[in-house]
């Protein structure tokens, strides 16, 4: 009786880790992205806005003509807003795994078992996003004509994070990506320099 008792808890625990688990990974897989993409991107765009409200972002040389000789960043603004919203993004990750415990939700566990009669039923399982290393930022820029003789030139940072989502039996890593907007902006006068460089980026490791 013993012996049964051993080997149906070593069966249990081995459906459960390698038929349950992998199909409660799967349907958490949006579920996690959409809170992973919420807590990086939290408070980013308040910082970015203040920033900009005290630095202007761009750079515009022109000739006396009006035409542009030369666009770039305010480096200074790029690296203060790269900083920043690596700095916030982390610090988002490390509250959200300290209030938390990590914890995105609680499936119950016979939901992967593909069975709709059982798939609410059994104890809930918790499903937790951990920040896996740094958070990586970077600048990208697209160039757009727009009208006669402009360019609409479209800021935004591009904020990464490496996490892993752990169960109680799986673990898989996950990279986690939003796109956060950061400007738009009418550039008037002789843009054609612009329109052959239709991307730039800026990385910065906290």
């Known amino acids: 009786m013993f012996l049964m008792i051993i080997i149906s808890s070593i069966l249990l625990v081995y459906y459960i ?5 992998p199909t409660i990974m799967i349907t958490s897989k949006n579920i996690v992205k959409e809170t992973g993409m919420n807590i990086i991107s939290e408070n980013v765009s308040d910082k970015i806005i203040k920033i900009l409200d005290k630095e202007e972002l761009f750079k515009i040389e022109k000739d006396a003509n009006g ?27 490390k509250k959200y795994e300290k209030e938390k415990d990590g914890v995105v939700t609680y499936i119950p566990i016979l939901s992967g078992s593909k069975n709709i ?37 479209e800021i935004s940072v591009k904020i990464e994070a490496n996490t892993e989502v752990v ?40």
């Open 67 to 93: 035409n542009i000789e030369s666009i770039d960043y305010n480096t200074k603004v790029v690296n203060e807003i790269l900083k920043e919203v690596s700095i916030i993004s982390y610090n988002n990750f």
């Open 17 to 21: 880790s390698n038929k349950v688990m």
């Open 117 to 153: 009669f059982f798939s609410n039923l059994g104890p809930k399982v918790p499903i937790k996003l951990i920040l896996d290393g740094n958070v990586i930022t970077s600048l990208q820029t697209d160039v757009k004509e727009y009208g006669y003789n402009s360019a609409l030139i």
């Open 167 to 206: 169960l109680p039996f799986k673990t898989r890593n996950e990279k986690i990506v939003n796109i956060v907007p950061v400007s738009i902006k009418i550039v008037e006068g002789d843009v054609s320099p612009l329109l052959n460089t239709n991307y730039v980026s800026k990385t910065m490791n906290k």
